[in-house]
């Protein structure tokens, strides 16, 4: 049963982070948000650390490449993709902006990993290019520089990711996942919170709605979805997990709907459209 729902129900709480992410973001600063949501993580992964008791990686070198991978994910892509949806930018054109980063990765693996970009990975490059334009261009917003910031952000975020990628790729470490992700939700929580108390001042606005939003952030965005996808995996489902992703933005931008009432122009959402083909291509198997 469950290794029938698991790809809908990973979906739906996967791309689901945006919309509560954009909740939270209305009572509470990005980078606060953030050390909030990796603070809690870290302390309910630490208890499953010490009941479950998994290996640790043993070369000093391996610590390392964990560490700069979860820089570059929890600090980097997290951090300036909550950064860009404070400034205005909507979850659903943030869940677009964010699913382009394969297209970074094919365009710089055969730098980085020597791999041959053929004639259709080719084309889904440029498609995916140019349905990012088209869903930047169709925002239904005014002329604002702040979005316009907000938007450049999110850019940065998918370039984070894409450099996680690209790193793994290159350094890859076997470490087991519990592990592996409380390594990287520590670096987040060690990086990103002495900047929220820094540089942010705006109170937090404790309530129902941050509540929920955090609860849904820790328990079902992080803890079941990375539960759900290592399962798949286990259960020989990684070529379905992979197809799913190309539905996170419009999954995503259907949760900001209903969650938050965001809705997005025809044009943003042919580009959508244009953007996941793209991508669908360039992560296409031969």
């Known amino acids: 049963m469950l290794v029938r729902t698991a790809p809908a129900l990973f979906l739906v709480l996967w791309a689901s982070g945006f919309a509560f992410a954009k909740l939270g973001l209305e009572h509470a600063a990005p980078l606060t948000l953030l050390s909030l949501r990796f603070g809690i993580i870290v302390v309910l992964f ?28 929890q600090s980097v892509y997290f951090g300036l993709a909550y950064a860009g949806m404070s400034l205005g930018v909507s979850a659903g054109i943030a869940a677009v902006i964010a699913s382009t980063q394969p297209l970074i990765v094919g365009l710089a693996a055969p730098l980085v990993t020597s791999e041959h ?43 984070g990711m894409a450099a996680a990628t690209l790193y793994q790729k290159r350094f890859p470490v076997a470490a087991h996942p519990v592990t592996v992700n409380l390594v990287h939700y ?14 942010e001042t705006t109170p937090i606005d404790w309530g129902t709605e941050l509540a929920v939003a955090l609860a849904w952030l820790v328990v079902a965005n992080s803890l079941i979805a990375v539960s759900l996808l290592l399962f798949m995996i286990r259960q020989s489902e990684a070529s379905r997990v992979s197809a799913l992703f190309f539905l996170v933005p419009p999954v995503a931008a259907l949760i900001s709907w209903l969650v938050m009432g965001e809705t997005m122009t025809p044009m943003a959402i042919i580009g959508m459209v244009v953007a996941v083909i793209g991508v669908g291509l360039v992560t296409r198997r031969a």
């Open 46 to 73: 630490v208890v499953i650390a010490v009941v479950m008791r998994p290996p640790l990686p043993k070369a000093p070198v391996e610590w390392l490449h964990l560490v700069a991978v979860g820089f570059l994910i």
């Open 117 to 159: 970009i053929g004639r259709l990975k080719w084309a889904g490059l440029l498609l995916g290019a140019i349905g990012a334009v088209l869903v930047v261009i169709g925002a239904d917003r005014p002329f604002d520089s702040a979005l316009d910031v907000g938007l450049f952000l999110c850019a940065g975020s998918a370039f």
């Open 186 to 199: 520590v670096v987040g929580f060690v990086t990103i919170t002495p900047f929220a108390l820094s540089f």
